[in-house]
């Protein structure tokens, strides 16, 4: 079982989100669907396919103008939560901090959050991909409850361009060495980062790759769908 969630960052409406998981209800799969969706839509799902959302305050409440709390997340019985996005990152100053108080919030709230940890294309450049990615995941992760780890290089993101498969391989190994060396060698990790029908079977194949986390292929059955039958 691979996880393969999408994430709609800031876009879609009622009858997307409706079309979309219709046509998922009719795909036989073993994999786990996961659709991460703005907060407008996180409310009503006929179709039982399981929707995340994208992020969640650290606060438990109060006054903190246009954010989302645990407690009402798990009111619209929302499983999962993105945290720590390099978008929320990078537009948001999003610390690897704050993000692990969001995943501990979330935890607490028996949703598990989707941590990303991913380098920027001038750390890549610089070869401190290892160091960045490490520092980044042992600085995210909350101190107990189960969390999902997503490896998002910054630059792959919408670019069209991806890792190479040794690249993916030699990533996801070091993600999975520092996870055991703090007894959660059974985290899944993610990879996100332009997935495609193209690539998406070649990169689940790699070791210690549990799933992929989706952008823009997970907006329309017609780049979702290929990718979710690429890899039963
Ligand atoms: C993402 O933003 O999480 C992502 C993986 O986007 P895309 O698939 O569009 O690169």
């Avoid at 993600?175 to 689940?204: C, H, M, Q």
């Amino acid at each position: 079982m691979k996880f393969i969630i999408g994430n709609w960052k800031m876009n879609g409406n009622t009858e997307q989100k409706d079309v979309l998981l219709k046509s998922i209800k009719n795909v036989q799969t073993n994999n786990k669907i996961v659709i991460c969706l703005p907060f407008t839509l996180l409310h009503g799902n006929d179709f039982g396919i399981t929707i995340g959302a994208q992020d969640i305050s650290e606060h438990t409440n109060g006054a903190y103008t246009g954010d989302i709390s645990g407690q009402m997340l798990k009111d619209a019985n929302i499983k999962y939560v993105i945290v720590g996005h390099s978008e929320r990152r990078f537009y948001h100053n999003e610390t690897n901090d704050i993000v692990k108080a969001k995943a501990t919030t979330a935890v607490a709230y028996g949703i598990t959050p989707i941590i990303c940890i991913g380098e920027t294309q001038s750390e890549r450049n610089m070869g401190r991909t290892m160091s960045v990615v490490k520092k980044m995941l042992l600085e995210s992760v909350p101190d107990y409850g189960e969390y999902i780890i997503a490896y998002e290089p910054r630059w792959a993101i919408g670019s069209g361009t991806t890792p190479s498969v040794s690249e993916i391989k030699a990533i996801h190994e070091t993600i999975f060495k520092t996870l055991r060396n703090i007894n959660r060698e059974n985290t899944p990790i993610l990879y996100g980062g332009s997935v495609d029908e193209e690539n998406a079977k070649t990169i689940t194949s790699v070791a210690h790759v549990d799933g992929l986390l989706i952008g823009r292929a997970s907006l329309k059955s017609d780049t979702f769908l290929p990718i979710i039958k690429s890899i039963d």
